[in-house]
């Protein structure tokens, strides 16, 4: 807000806020950044702990993906996609391609997650309508799931907190019970069990296998979702049980991707290529928006055909492959291979996990504390031992966070989870400063 924090003031609509919040909680104003940390206009530094909404894997202000925008903005900022193509665009499908599991063949460049997974959902049905099977427009998605807020990715979206408000807008797909390894309904542990929990996605897909495109999931963890968490294997069993009915395997890994999980892409860890993957968040290292899905020969070739046999993929957005993303996406790129950051993030993964641990693991209100990789919750209850949450009206995580503004930590929180996910450049030192921020900020809001 440019004056004060009335409502009168209040030009700007935040998203995922209520706006009179800012009647006591005015908008920090962030003049800033460098490297994991963010700065107001009066100079006061924050550890951005959640990278920016995800975004950011090698600090603010990276001088290599800075170099890399600047150069390519001095030559060609932007140009229509359709029927031209560019260096940075060449170079960022060369790049991903190359990493990609066995199999993702061909990149479709969008703006955003939501979009990537628009085009996603799209592509895959209209293929089979290309193949002559139009009847397969249906999507199975999870429950707790997240995949954007565009009407077609609300219509998956198993997280009711933004799904439920506007269901009479968008088409409504089939949800499926997915993985609950907080709650396990078969009393497992989710580092040994054998993935019970995909009965019902089994039942679901033999059931409308037939209607089905596809089923869409978040590899690994549901962010959005309160950051539930669910071992590999069920991964490897989706992709065998879509591959004997015959539907596409849709993996959205927008906000796991790129190193969030331990490696590049979530969906290794179970040997898994799915038929589609939509990316978005790190890919520019959270330079500028850009997203893309990854997709197969066998798609691309259901849409390659003579003009007159109207089978394109009509799908496009204004800023498609924009060069300065482009070549912001190929720097990042560039820093994984150049600094074998997968390997040598190891180390400070593991100490993260620790360090978060060793501060919370016995703490009174701690109902859980689970981490795949970069990503690390604690999930809080007013008592654990009962599984009684928070009253959700007192909004203790919200409370939670605004301790942390003022400690000098961006904890951002998910409901009454306090959660992880810092840039990768972050050091030991500096994860333990954050842990120490993170526990000072529970304890002054819960005394």
Known sequence: MANGSG?????????CTQMKDHESYPPVFMDRGQGIYLFDREGNAYIDAISSWW????????PRIVAA????LSRLEHVIFAGVTHAPAEELADRLLKIAMPGLSRIFLADNGSCAVEAALKMSHASFR???HPEKCRFLFLSNGYHGETAGALGVCGDRLYAAPFKPLFIEQIEVPGPDCLFCPHGKARETCDTECFAPMDAAIAAHKDALAGVIVEPLVQCAGNMRMYPPAY????????????????ADEIAVGFGRTGTMFA???????????????????GTLPLSCVLTTDAVFDAFYHDYVDDKAFLHSHSYTGNPLACA?????????EDDDVINANKAKIAHLQRAVRERFAGYRHVMDIRSTGWITAVELYADPGRKEPFDWRKRIGFQIYQEAIKRGAWLRNLGDIVYFMPPYVITEAEIDKLADIALDAVKAVLK
Do not use: Y
């Not at 409502?7 to 998203?15: G, T, V």
């Not at 038929?275 to 790190?282: I, P, Q, R, T, V």
């Open 235 to 250: 991964l490897a069993k989706l992709r065998r049980a879509t591959t004997a009915a015959g539907v596409h395997f849709i």
């Open 55 to 62: 975004v950011n894997l090698f600090g603010h202000a990276n």
């Open 130 to 132: 290309n193949l002559g």
């Open 328 to 336: 912001a996406a190929c720097a990042t790129l560039r820093i994984f």
């Open 267 to 285: 969906c290794e860890q179970a040997g898994a290529t799915p038929d589609f993957m939509c990316l978005s968040k790190g890919i520019t290292g």
């Open 7 to 15: 409502r009168e003031s209040m030009r700007i609509w935040h998203p």
């Open 69 to 72: 925008v600047t150069e390519q």
